[in-house]
């Protein structure tokens, strides 16, 4: 026996695109006794269908239905606490932005007057209307260190002759 028609209607069922009257010819169709092998295994689904028609829902099943709901949603209920978070807590990305910004324009400032510093006179103006060239005074400063590390030395190993006389 050809069953492409039941085939069919099995496709579209299962698509949703049946009608009630489709349903109903395959809800007949699978409770007979003589159905196919290749089609058995959709018996089961179609035979419970029909089972569960004359199942009907109690009077309170709404009432208890709520009180099953009521219950989970108590279990459910979650206590938060409050956390007080400090003024100084709150205010530090402020803070924070604000120090990276300050030190931002630090640094660009100086690179800035780094890079748009005109060059360096090889004159000084010491007092008004003197001038003195740049090497004659790092001269004058390096013969003024030499002179004082001549004196430090000097008083250095005068002292350590001294306390070399007292230990004696």
Request: charged fraction near 30%; aromatic fraction near 8%.
């Amino acid at each position: 026996m050809n069953y492409t028609y039941i085939e069919q209607l099995l496709e579209r069922y299962w698509q949703g695109e049946t009608n009630l009257d489709e349903e109903q010819i395959l809800r007949s169709f699978f409770c007979q006794e003589d159905v196919p092998d290749h089609l058995r295994e959709y018996a089961e689904f179609f035979s419970f269908a029909r089972d569960s028609k004359n199942e009907c829902v109690s009077e309170d099943f709404d009432s208890r239905f709520a009180d099953i709901l009521s219950e989970e949603e108590e279990k459910k209920t979650v206590r938060v606490k409050a956390i007080r978070i400090p003024f100084k807590t709150r205010l530090m990305p402020l803070l924070k932005s604000a120090a990276v910004v300050a030190l931002t324009l630090t640094i660009g400032g100086a690179a800035l007057r780094a890079v748009m510093a005109p060059e360096e006179p090889d004159t000084i103006q010491l007092t008004t209307g003197t001038y003195v060239q740049r090497q004659d005074v790092k001269a004058v400063i390096e013969a003024a260190q030499r002179s004082m590390t001549a004196k430090a030395d000097s008083i250095s190993d005068k002292k350590s002759v001294d306390s070399d006389l007292k230990t004696e």
